[in-house]
């Protein structure tokens, strides 16, 4: 009789809320999405009441534990009136996975206890406790299971996949090798268009300047930079940062890379700022771990081979034997061999033999290819030389027995015996004299780049921010003196970003996240967030650098959003991923317009179909 009235109890809210659920359908749902949406709503019911009904024991036990306490407290002791723990720090005190409490773990004793006096004497009984047991029998190793961390699921790419993307950063990466030098002042253009006239934007926002130096710390993850080449040119373009105008610490949202000036009307922009800075906490990160890498970049190779695959694309089909000594050494499937110290020189030597004389062959589209497939292997053979002279290498002197490229700290802890070290703090000297004197030099450019993150990282959010509505403003208009009267109010949105680092840094509270709107839509039965123009920047640009976690809302919406683009791009035959761009409308000057673009179902902003 108790169990059943115990069961009847957990079970009559969810067989109504199921039952309302079932007959309330809204007319614009399909029967069948209704009915699996309401099917999968009640297979999680059921599942969270057969996992209270696991822990009635642990409940019961912490509830009686508690009014004893309070009691004798309150009414005989008086005394630890005030003894509670936050839960905030009790969970981080038990970390993930937690452990079962160990009241908790006492549930299977007292399941086997029950039984047992069952057994013996009313053993009619048992086939009606027997669920009940079960469950309690199973409850540390349920609850065990339930706290693990979702796994961070990953799906292996093919040989095709890997090297698509590989070309794709490559080709991307020569955007910012051709654009980005002194007449810009080492800052990313904003764009550069063919046609009608051929131009290059020159100008950059702080989004630009971010994703610049974050791409040039993935061109060296990827082998296109060698660990020299790429504080040099971050040194460059931190050395341009430090001497523009700023406001409270904050870049404005556009300036004259010639000049360096700010744009007119002089603004900030909350979702700018907040990209460029968590673009430098992150750049700062890999700046160092960067003084414990080889002098020479472990997939200097792989970098080669991907430069080569813009070279072997833009080759005539008809005739390609003059690439067949190239593909031999860069064109197998899977990563290369890193590069060692015994056999890197004569293997930089062949390839650049090679490279000529397949530059002395092209012809048409192949030529800028061919060319820039030579500077990088004559470019990379020269940082071999200067890091590791041949005498030095047939020698084995002063690096690892077992021939492995040694790193920049172990280079330079031999500038004490090198009479000739002198390690300079310009941008050049990464680049000049003995190995020691540059190793020296790369370690004081990680130690001066990673402060520099840190100095220009430091903004003042507050008059952003919107104490009453814990909102942030679109921006401020430094010319007027005036906030922006528009707020970001969405959680599917690229400010999350800007809020994520202004939290982290103390200045918002943790309000301004969870005040942020969480409309929902369905997209195939799976709850997804609303944007404002359904576009992929709104989406994906935080990710770039946040964390998602799988199984999160926010982890769901972005697949959700990505599927719905490719659906439509599909049915309209258009490319997917429908963001931010340039569009086929052009000024008195020539240059194309730029609006968000975004896909209908994902966006409430109106007119997006």
């Not at 080492?186 to 051929?198: G, K, M, R």
């Amino acid at each position: 009789f108790w169990s059943l009235l115990v069961l009847q109890v957990l079970l009559l809210p969810m067989l109504v809320d199921i039952v309302l659920a079932t007959t309330h359908k809204s007319p614009d749902v399909p029967l069948g999405r209704h009915l699996r949406q309401v099917a999968g709503d009640a297979l999680r019911r059921v599942a969270q009441t057969l996992f209270e009904v696991a822990c009635l024991p642990w409940d019961a036990w912490s509830s009686i534990d508690a009014i004893a306490r309070t009691g004798w407290r309150v009414h005989v002791s008086h005394r630890h009136l005030l003894q509670w723990v936050a839960s905030r720090t009790f969970e981080k005190a038990r970390g993930r996975p937690a452990a079962p409490a160990p009241t908790l773990r006492a549930v299977p004793l007292v399941a086997a206890g029950i039984g047992a006096w069952l057994l013996l004497e009313r053993p009619a009984a048992l086939p009606v406790a027997a669920g009940w047991l079960l469950l309690w029998l199973v409850a540390p190793a349920l609850e065990q299971w339930l706290a693990r961390s979702p796994g961070r699921g990953s799906e292996a790419l093919d040989e095709g996949q890997a090297g698509f993307l590989r070309g794709v950063a490559r080709r991307t990466w020569a955007f910012f090798e051709r654009f980005v030098g002194p007449d810009d002042s080492w800052l990313p253009p904003d764009n550069y268009q063919e046609s009608p006239i051929a131009k290059t934007a020159q100008r950059t926002s702080p989004t630009n300047i971010g994703l610049y130096l974050l791409a040039n710390l993935a061109a060296y993850d990827l082998g296109y930079l060698a660990p020299a080449r790429l504080l040099q040119r971050l040194s460059l373009t931190f050395a341009t940062l430090q001497r523009m105008e700023r406001y409270r610490g904050h870049f404005y949202n556009w300036y004259d890379t010639v000049t360096l000036q700010p744009l007119q009307p002089q603004y900030v922009s909350t979702v700018d700022s907040g990209n460029l800075v968590a673009h430098l906490l992150v750049l700062r990160e890999g700046l160092l771990q960067l003084a414990d890498a080889p002098v020479l970049n472990p997939r200097l190779f792989d970098g080669l081979a991907d430069t080569f695959g813009l070279l072997r694309d833009a080759w005539p089909q008809d005739d390609r034997s003059a690439l067949d000594g190239l593909q031999a050494m860069l064109g197998g499937d899977g990563p290369l061999p890193p590069p060692d110290a015994a056999t890197v020189h004569d293997r930089l030597r062949a390839l650049c033999t090679l490279a000529d004389a397949a530059n002395a062959s092209a012809t048409g589209a192949a030529l800028e290819p061919a060319r820039t497939f030579v500077r990088e292997c004559h470019e990379s053979l020269d940082d071999a030389v200067a890091w590791l002279p041949p005498a030095d290498v047939s020698a084995d002197a002063d690096g690892p027995a077992d021939g492995r490229i040694p790193g920049l700290a172990h280079v330079a802890a031999l500038a004490d015996v090198d009479a000739g070290a002198d390690a300079g703090d310009d941008a050049l000297a990464v680049t000049n004299g003995s190995p020691s004197a540059r190793a020296l030099a790369c370690l004081r450019a990680i130690d001066r780049l990673a402060a520099a993150c840190l100095d220009l990282a430091r903004v003042d959010y507050r008059f952003l921010y919107d104490n009453r509505r814990h909102w942030f403003a679109i921006g401020y208009n430094v010319s007027e003196a005036q906030r922006d009267g528009g707020y970001y109010d969405l959680l599917a949105s690229e400010v999350r970003l800007g809020i994520f680092t202004a939290i982290a840094h103390g200045q918002a509270p943790q309000e301004s996240w969870f005040a942020l709107g969480r409309l929902l839509t369905a997209r195939d039965g799976e709850p997804t967030l609303l944007s404002w123009s359904g576009s992929m920047f709104e989406y994906l640009m935080p990710l770039l650098v946040m964390p998602a976690f799988p199984g999160s809302l926010l982890a769901q919406t972005c697949q959700a959003a990505v599927a719905r683009q490719i659906a439509y791009a599909a049915r309209h035959e258009v490319p997917w991923g429908i963001s931010e761009s340039g569009y086929n409308l052009t000024d008195a000057a020539q240059n194309y317009q730029y609006r968000a673009f975004g896909v209908p179902g994902l966006g409430l902003q109106r007119g997006l179909s």
